[in-house]
Every structure is written in C-alpha cells, then in structure tokens.
C-alpha cells in the first residue's frame, strides 16, 4: 500500500486525485496540505512542518510558492515527491536540482501516461522521417480559458523531436509576418483555443505523396491524477536523483 500526502489536497486536482485513491486498493491518501478548507476523509495541515504523518510519497499539485517548505521537508523526511506543478522560476528549477541529489524527485511537463508514451513515439518517427524530407508540424488545441500559447506539452513534443536529431531544428510559431517557403530544418508549432476543449496535441509527419499523424486526446483531466499516481509508486524506494514520467513508462 503506497501512503500519500497530497499537497494542494483542495484543489480542482487534488480533489480529482483524491477520488481516484479511493478507488485504488493499493494506494491511500493519508493527510493532506493545503490552505483552502475542504471535506476531506483524511487530515489536512496548513504547512508541511505540522504534519508528522508518516507516509512514503508525496504528490504535489499546488503552486510554486510551497516549494522550498515541501524540499527542506522532503529531504529531512527522506520522502519522495512527484512535483506536478508548472511555472517554477529558474532558481526554483536550480533548487529542485539540488533536492534531487539527498532524495527522489520526479517532475513531468506533463502527467499524463498517454503523452510520455507519445513522446516515445514521435522520436523514433522523427529518426526515420527526417531522412525521408517529411516536414514535422505540431497542432495543439485546448479551451478557451488556456492562458499560455503553444502549451507546454506542445513544446516537450518539440524539444523530443529536436534532441534526437541533433537540435538542428527552428520552432517557428507565426508565418504571417514573411512571405517564404517553408525551411526544411523547421518544427511548425500552431495553438487552437476554443470551447473547452480539454487537451488535443497532433503531431503531423509530412511527406510526398503520404502524411502520417500521431495523435492524443485528453477527455478529462483524470488522466493526469492517474499518471500522477503511477508516479508515486513507481517513485517509492527510489534512490536519490531527478526522475521524469519516461521513466515510469520505461
């Protein structure tokens, strides 16, 4: 049984999270962090130094603004954290860094299982394509609540393709501004925002004759809790260091 402290316990994550456990027998949410009041069928402390709950994980589903608290926790604690909060500033990426060498962390643009699979796959697509002159487009479409454009999902799927071949490629995210054909060494990126969408990432291989696209779509955002939580256990005993979801894929 993997005993969890869910920081961030409260919100729309933590609360979809918690749902999700209940229905695992083999994992069980065992306190929680977070400032917002809630219902919730486990203890819940403001500050990570007030919970003396032993657990073996912790998932982390808040804001940035805890991070040094929940670091300095985990270290002491000798507790593993999957951090699946976004927007960390350059120091703060340098102190996970840090952490990372006393004890487990694991951190992912993205939680969901399908995607880290994806990535796999457009890697080895890209190895083979490349050669072939396909030209490589990224169409990302989300709700129109979304504030950043291109998602940072997109970006990762960018970032898998450039490094196996050798950060050769230019993301080019507007061709409006000039009027030329499109270059060989480019990754198109384009960004949908409409309705509420809940996350759709193609990528398109594009050659003569024949077009190849791979595909995820998200339907809920269940799917992130749920490689959230296959984060977690995968995470447990794990020696000290910086773990990402393609590790828990394999």
Do not use: W
């Amino acid at each position: 049984m993997t005993k969890i402290i869910m920081c961030g316990c409260n919100g729309k994550m933590g609360q979809v999270i918690s749902s999700l456990v209940q229905q695992d027998i083999d994992a069980e949410i065992v306190a929680g962090i977070d400032l917002l009041a809630g219902k919730n069928e486990y203890p819940v402390f403001p500050k990570f130094s007030e919970c003396m709950v032993e657990a073996d994980v912790v998932i982390d589903f808040s804001s940035p603004i805890v991070l040094t608290e929940m670091l300095a926790y985990a270290v002491e604690r000798q507790v593993p954290v999957v951090l699946c909060s976004t927007g960390y500033s350059k120091e703060q990426l340098e102190e996970i860094e840090q952490a990372s060498k006393k004890v487990a962390l694991l951190r992912s643009a993205n939680m969901s299982l399908g995607i880290n699979v994806l990535l796999k796959l457009v890697q080895a697509a890209a190895k083979v394509l490349s050669t072939a002159d396909f030209d490589m487009e990224i169409v990302e479409k989300h709700h129109n609540q979304k504030l950043d454009a291109p998602s940072g999902t997109a970006l990762a799927l960018a970032d898998a393709i450039n490094n196996v071949l050798n950060q050769e490629y230019q993301y080019q995210y507007d061709r409006s501004k000039e009027r030329k054909k499109r270059d060989k060494k480019e990754i198109g990126i384009s960004a949908v925002r409409g309705g509420s969408i809940v996350g759709e990432h193609d990528v398109i291989f594009a050659g003569t004759d024949e077009v190849i696209t791979l595909q995820h779509t998200a339907y809920s955002k269940a799917i992130f809790g749920k490689g959230a939580i296959s984060a977690a256990k995968f995470l447990v005993g794990k020696p000290a260091g910086l773990y990402g979801m393609g590790d828990v894929v394999g």
